[in-house]
């Protein structure tokens, strides 16, 4: 048995929308923003899939990075 103290806080959480796969040895998720059909399959076993959500720990940004996304292809 653990006991918890104020020091082990849980990491502050927030809810997203999600397709889960319905397959029942398959665990992989998507979030909803990166799916493109309007009923995606899972990638890993092409089991369809199904909306849900998740609480996922929410991201904090640390500094000014910027991100270079894709080269031009002329």
């Keep these: 048995s653990s006991i918890v103290t ?3 806080q849980k990491p502050e959480v927030e809810q997203i929308e999600i397709w889960k ?9 998507v979030r909803k923003e990166f ?13 369809q899939m199904v909306r849900s959500y998740k609480h996922v ?6 500094g000014n990075k910027k991100f270079l996304v894709g080269k031009k292809r002329f």
Excluded: F, S, Y
Aim: proline letters at 10%; hydrophobic letters at 25%; glycine letters at 4%.
């Design 57 to 62: 720990p929410v991201a904090t940004k640390k």
């Design 35 to 47: 799916v493109t059909e309007a009923l995606p399959t899972c990638p890993l076993c092409q089991t």
């Design 6 to 8: 104020e020091e082990q």
């Design 21 to 29: 796969c319905k397959g029942t040895e398959c665990k992989a998720w």
